[in-house]
């Protein structure tokens, strides 16, 4: 049988990347990750997956594939998928997004997890400060240059910019035709050098196949979307502009962004102010040759929520959290120096807001995509109502992990692959305009139908 590569999610989807490799009887499962709409027709924020069931409330509504050997003997108990050795070989991650990565708590421990230097160490963070979906597996780093085999299949790592660190794409040999995978990506953020990286080792290939992301194509966003240089820039602006508290709500595993607010706040004479949360992905990611970081401590301070009535007892926190209590900002050190902090608060912090009894007149950054849905216009709005309650104003200050439209059909151009799969898109037909050069080559995906690898 030819080698195949078979796409059980991340088809008519942004998220959900799930695809398998088979090539003479060896499998390798490429990113195995959450769904953002993941059976959202039967769960909600009321309904969840019961955990106790394993795979078996997923496998109800088809959200995960019934692929035999891949699956720990916990998730299939209850399921009419027998548990058996390992059939699949590996699992290779392109970075640590839940989108790719959060199905990996339910496969078998027994198979090792391939993954870029950088993603185990915030792979490491989590596991140290909660839980990481890759707990109890083998992990085997690789960096850009490096290359390793599994059976006969030949992986080609190259880094791509996208908003957390760490983020590959892939050029897989087989033993009939070559692979092209793009991963998530961007041009615009710190690295987008990166990127062209990967163009140029895909292209020199001539893959076969090219499986590329297209988060924003059809969206009709053209090549509107801030750079992370403009985020930058901006939020000087605001910051250097603020004549109270400045606070911000972003993803903490976006060290881009990390990065950018810090510079911020270096050129305005503030302070980053980052949770327990950040602090841990700061300080493993010191250790990475690679990556310029924050030091926690000396350039960034730690904010101490209060877990009791009274004072702050070591007792209190859990031993991950202990270590920065000493060192830490509270409630009440904000209050005092509104005007000398930029406060990284998630929104499921804002009753700090709370204690913290900031003066009128500060600013709130909103630094994430903006709503694009009703759930997440209702989550805005209750964002908004917080952020007048106290006075503030609301700015909004974003670049999006992944590339516009035209800058993802000018990597599918450059790498020139003889077919392309649109995936982690909702409009796969978007990439082939009828009578257009392209659209020969795009071969949109279907759930479980397998895609034959050269030939
Ligand atoms: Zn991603």
């Known amino acids: ?43 909600d924020g009321n309904i969840s997956p019961r955990t106790v069931n394993g795979a078996g409330d997923l496998f109800e509504f088809g959200l995960l594939p019934e692929i035999p050997g891949l ?31 959060g199905r990996i708590a339910y496969t078998d421990p027994k198979i090792p997890v391939y993954c870029g230097e950088t993603t185990s160490l915030i792979h490491e963070a989590y596991s ?24 006969p299949m030949e992986f080609v790592p190259v880094h791509v910019d996208h908003s957390i660190p760490g983020a590959y794409g892939f050029v ?7 692979l092209a995978y793009t991963g998530d990506f961007r041009f615009h953020g710190r690295a987008g050098k990166m990127t ?48 109270a508290l400045v606070f911000s709500s972003f993803r903490g595993n976006d060290v881009d962004r990390v990065n950018t607010f810090f510079d911020a706040c270096q050129s305005t004479g503030r302070r980053l102010v980052v949770s327990m949360k950040i602090a841990v992905i700061l300080e493993k990611l010191a250790a990475d040759r690679k990556l310029k970081v924050p030091r926690v401590g000396k350039d960034v301070d730690v904010y101490v929520k209060r877990k009791r009535t009274g004072g702050i007892e070591d007792s209190d926190y859990f031993k991950w ?8 900002v509270t409630a009440a050190d904000v209050r005092k120096g509104q005007k000398d902090y930029f406060l990284h608060l998630e929104s499921w912090d804002f009753p700090e807001l709370i204690d913290i009894k900031p003066d009128s007149g500060g600013t709130y950054i909103h630094s994430a995509t903006e709503a694009y849905n009703e ?21 909004q200050l974003h670049a999006s992990g992944h590339a516009p439209e035209e800058e993802v059909f000018s990597l599918v151009d450059r790498v020139g692959a003889a077919r392309v799969v649109p995936i982690h898109t909702e ?5 082939a305009p009828k009578a257009s050069r392209r659209e020969r080559r795009v071969a949109v995906p279907a759930k479980g139908r397998p895609i034959v690898i050269g030939a």
Not at 75 to 98: F, K
Not at 172 to 178: D, F, K
Not at 427 to 431: N, V
Request: aromatic residues 10%; proline residues 3%; glycine residues 14%.
């Open 1 to 43: 049988m030819p080698p195949r590569l078979t796409c059980y999610g991340g088809v008519g989807e942004i998220g959900g990347n799930k695809f398998l490799l088979e090539d003479k009887g060896v499998k390798v499962v490429l990113d195995f990750g959450t769904g953002f709409a993941d059976g959202a027709d039967y769960f």
């Open 71 to 101: 699956y720990s003997e916990r998730a299939l108990q209850n399921t009419r998928l027998r548990y058996g050795e390992p059939e699949v070989d590996a699992i290779v991650l392109s970075h640590y997004h839940s989108d790719h990565t």
């Open 128 to 151: 140290d400060s909660k839980s990481s979906p890759l707990d109890g597996h083998e992990i085997r780093k690789f960096r850009t240059g490096e290359r390793f085999r599994v059976g």
């Open 172 to 178: 897989v040999r087989t033993s009939e035709g070559t």
């Open 196 to 243: 062209l990286d990967f163009i140029e080792a895909a292209s020199k290939e001539r893959p076969d196949v090219l499986l590329t992301e297209g988060t924003r194509v059809g969206q009709g966003d053209g090549k509107s979307g801030m750079s992370e240089r403009a985020v930058l820039e901006e939020a000087r602006r605001l910051v250097g502009g603020a004549k």
């Open 321 to 328: 959290e202990r270590e920065f209590l000493s060192r830490g």
């Open 375 to 395: 759930e997440g216009e209702k989550e805005e709005g209750v964002i908004k109502n917080w952020v007048r309650h106290v006075g503030f104003r609301y700015a």
């Open 427 to 431: 409009h796969p037909d978007a990439f």
